[in-house]
């Protein structure tokens, strides 16, 4: 069982900047999707970005403008760059591949907390 291991957040007041990473195995990112995600206390985890083996990229709305997903295949690692932060980005950030290629094997890890203060 390997789990991705996200990284990078922290504590940061608002308009502040962010730099996620995720680090997964080989057998999770090689060639596939991935995606950042998040999920607030008494709420569903939500897709927050995904991008594609080929480095496209699509966002949910509320963080268009603001955050950039990118990739390093040589690394198995993904970012998201958070910019002009806001205190409703405040959640625990968690990578994984898509649902709609989601394996049983593609495990959820610790996730890293990110607190935006007002």
């Known amino acids: 069982q390997v789990q991705p291991v996200e990284s990078g957040g922290g504590l940061v007041q608002a308009g502040g900047s962010l730099r996620l990473s995720c680090a997964a195995s080989?057998?999770?990112?090689?060639?596939?999707?991935m995606a950042w995600y998040r999920q607030a206390p008494g709420k569903q985890r939500e897709v927050v970005a995904i991008?594609?083996?080929?480095?496209?990229?699509s966002y949910v709305e509320p963080v268009k403008g603001r955050f950039t997903v990118s990739r390093d295949n040589a690394k198995n690692t993904m970012y998201l760059q958070m910019n002009s932060l806001k205190p409703e980005d405040t959640t625990i950030y968690y990578c994984?591949?898509?649902?709609?290629?989601?394996?049983?094997?593609?495990?959820w890890g610790q996730g890293t907390q990110v607190t935006v203060s007002s």
């Open positions: 080989g057998s999770m990112f090689n060639d596939r999707a």
């Open positions: 994984n591949t898509p649902l709609r290629i989601r394996r049983p094997d593609d495990y």
């Open positions: 991008i594609t083996s080929d480095g496209d990229t």
